[in-house]
């Protein structure tokens, strides 16, 4: 029998002391007992987002996280310049139009970053009220260099709104020494619980913001949420069995370190990309993003036999390309509840399938490569 071995970019394995907690008895959330369980994970969300600033928690996804965002610091027609390089960045795109806004598009190439030279160049030549993009692009398995483009942005009026769905936990980010306005991510990916909340990290600047901003939504209206979090409580039915496991779960990679899990993460990304180089396959983006790994299929290779083969013979889940490189990359998770023995397995099960698949490489190199990078210096 084959336990599973998850390596999607969400959700990620959610560990055996998270379950554990999770499964415990629910118990009522407008009393003592929640307030004081939600004041702890306020302080954790704030020590693994690297901020000062409060934490809104939302019962809801990563979408809904980064729609509360833009929604509650755009006015309707307002001005967005949206940095754009792969699906979940056109998504931001799509909520944007949605709401009326006019939106600027900068654009690059799926597997590529946008430039932060030319994100400064745009915002001299014209006024936005936000800058939305996607730290780590989960469908290209890029990342962007927020630094340097947060840089620009803190010089204007614009409030800079920062997927990192994929990057929180897994990645640096520093939102507050970078000057990033509100930071976005989900409970699924490197935060090791399943689907069901986001979070979002409100600096000064955008709360400001919001107060001026008249929006109808109700659920989502992020002032509701700093108010009841004064009290360490939420406006609406919070969910409290993942609100559990999240103590649990930031309280792992609180005890760890942040620099550490970061470290953790790079590590395993470089083993797996060594990996693919030595078994003849090539690393999707010119970018490469640390919290997961795509690499292009050798010519003739069907992704769903590909994938189905692994799931099969080795219970190893693997994720298939999205937008325009669906059926033309995979990819590998490096985020949360994994480790260099996990990344030596999926290797491991990945040279099997190829080779049974007909590719030609020296057996054995590709697990060899990921070794040398695991236990390098």
């Not at 390596?7 to 009393?31: C, N, Q, Y």
């Not at 932060?116 to 009220?129: F, K, S, W």
């Not at 219970?315 to 260099?340: E, L, P």
Request: proline share 5%.
């Amino acid at each position: 029998m084959n336990r599973m071995r998850l390596f999607t970019p969400g959700p990620t394995s959610v560990p055996e002391e998270v379950l554990l907690e999770m499964a415990k008895p629910i118990f009522h959330h407008r009393t003592a007992e929640y307030r004081a369980l939600f004041a702890n994970c306020q302080k954790l969300l704030q020590q693994v987002m690297q901020t000062t600033h409060p934490v809104v928690t939302i019962a809801g996804s990563g979408t809904a996280g980064y729609e509360a965002a833009m929604i509650n610091v755009i006015p309707q027609g307002g001005r967005v310049l949206a940095l754009s390089n792969g699906k979940f960045a056109e998504r931001w795109v799509s909520i944007a139009e949605r709401n009326k806004c006019q939106v600027t598009i900068l654009k690059a190439d799926y597997g590529q970053a946008v430039d932060p030279p030319t994100v400064a160049e745009t915002l001299r030549r014209g006024r936005y009220d936000a800058v939305t993009l996607c730290h780590s692009e989960t469908s290209t398995c890029t990342v962007q260099d927020l630094a340097a483009i947060a840089a620009h942005v803190r010089q204007t009026e614009a409030i800079l709104i920062v997927d990192g769905i994929t990057s929180v936990g897994a990645i640096p980010v520093k939102p507050d020494e970078w000057g990033v306005d509100m930071l976005v991510t989900g409970s699924q990916k490197a935060l090791m619980l399943p689907p069901g909340l986001a979070f979002i990290s409100i600096s000064e600047k955008a709360r400001q913001r919001m107060s001026a901003i008249q929006q109808p939504n109700l659920y989502l209206s992020l002032p509701h949420y700093l108010k009841s979090l004064a009290d360490n409580d939420v406006p609406w039915t919070p969910a409290v069995t993942l609100v559990r496991g999240l103590q649990a779960s930031l309280s792992m990679l609180a005890r760890e370190g942040m620099e550490q899990v970061w470290k953790r993460t790079s590590t395993l990304a470089r083993a797996t990309r060594a990996a693919a180089t030595a078994l003849g396959l090539k690393v999707f983006s010119s970018a490469p993003v640390d919290s997961v790994t795509g690499i292009c299929y050798p010519p003739g290779f069907d992704d769903k036999a590909f994938r189905g083969a692994l799931r099969e013979q080795f219970n190893v889940h693997i994720a298939a390309g999205q937008g325009t490189m669906q059926g033309k990359i995979f990819r590998i998770s490096h985020m949360g509840y994994v480790d260099g023995f996990d990344t030596l397995g999926v290797i491991s099960a990945l040279e099997a399938v190829l080779r049974r698949q007909g590719h030609q490489f020296a057996f054995g190199a590709g697990v060899a490569a990921a070794h040398r990078e695991l236990n390098a210096g």
